[in-house]
């Protein structure tokens, strides 16, 4: 299959730039994988989808506010992406302006609690940087970080609770698992009162999952990797589930490419860490996952080539393509789909 296959024409207008005043109140086209048959509802109406039995996957990431604005000691302006912890205050990043951050040069964030040095230049113009502080620095991170928002979004955002899910727990994404921010904690607590089970798993997601798809056969695009994890409890929890004849229902790609990357053949899950790189595309058979709960996504996207796996080519496109007449809302903090 060619890239071009997931190609859809999305006016500008409908990537949203800020999230709803009410997490829930986004629309919810439904989507049957076996027929193509679709329905629009509000995403506060998601537990009128769910049966006692099932479970839901989500992915307990917390996004770490890593765009940090500083300047040089002469008084220029600079911007710091933290990428990777490479261990002892030493971090890969991407910085701008590059010409003016070269290995020595020295950076002021804030009112000097937080200070940078450039320590060297590594591939694809990143940067190996060294922080120096007082305190802990997750902290000041909190503090003087903002989110990493994907290049698509050019509004300012104004709480940085809301590229969050209200369950994120542990810090370590670039992006957030955007699926997941329609959830409220009522909502989640009416699911669980239904008999549903919630069950996390942790992916932390990467810059990749911006990174377009340049190839022109889809099977030989190079997938980036991400660090994932399963606990015995939600290995468990899915077993179980899958034993009773409940439906696993993953909410969001990441949580999908988590438990589609550490299940056996037999779909069975067992406690697990480490790095993916599954590339998801239609062909490809579903171990674990039964339904799925996301967001549209980016023409000629892995995530896109992914949904089709899950529903065909065709009917994602024809979805898509009655979201846009509908004048739904795109990408991250736009509206959601459920696939069963």
Request: proline share 5%.
């Amino acid at each position: 299959m060619k890239t071009s296959d997931f190609d859809f024409e999305l006016p500008e207008e409908l990537i949203a730039q800020t999230p709803l005043a009410r997490r829930d109140a986004s629309r919810l086209l439904v989507l049957d994988k076996t027929t193509g048959a679709r329905r629009h509802l509000h995403f506060y109406d998601l537990p009128t989808l769910l049966r006692p039995g099932d479970c839901l996957v989500l992915n307990d990431s917390r996004v770490l506010p890593a765009r940090l604005i500083g300047r040089r000691p002469t008084g220029g302006a600079c911007e710091v992406l933290l990428l990777v912890d490479r261990g002892e205050n030493l971090w890969e990043c991407l910085v701008r302006p590059g010409r003016k951050l070269r290995p020595g040069a020295q950076v002021i964030f804030g009112d000097g609690q937080l200070t940078a040095v450039v320590e060297e230049e590594i591939e694809d113009g990143k940067r190996l940087v060294r922080f120096l502080y007082q305190g802990i620095f997750l902290e000041i991170l909190e503090q003087l970080g903002k989110m990493p928002l994907p290049p698509y979004i050019k509004a300012e955002l104004q709480d940085n609770e809301r590229y969050q899910t209200v369950y994120s727990k542990v810090v370590g994404s670039a992006a957030a698992p955007t699926a997941g921010l329609h959830f409220t904690p009522e909502l989640l607590r009416q699911i669980q009162e239904m008999g549903v089970k919630v069950c996390y798993v942790t992916l932390h997601v990467g810059l990749g999952t911006f990174r377009p798809v340049k190839a022109e056969e889809i099977a030989d695009h190079e997938m980036h990797s991400e660090f994932c994890m399963v606990s015995r409890e939600t290995a468990d929890t899915i077993n179980e589930t899958k034993k009773n004849g409940g439906r696993v229902i993953c909410v969001g790609t990441t949580s999908c490419r988590t438990i589609e990357s550490f299940a056996a053949e037999d779909g069975t899950m067992t406690e697990r860490s480490g790095w993916t790189n599954i590339f998801i595309y239609p062909g490809y058979r579903f171990k674990v996952l039964d339904a799925l709960i996301t967001n549209f996504h980016l023409p000629e996207s892995t995530l896109i080539m992914l949904v089709s796996a899950l529903a065909g080519r065709e009917s994602v496109l024809a979805a898509y393509q009655e979201a846009v007449k509908l004048r739904y809302r795109f990408f991250s903090f736009g509206d959601a789909m459920f696939i069963q």
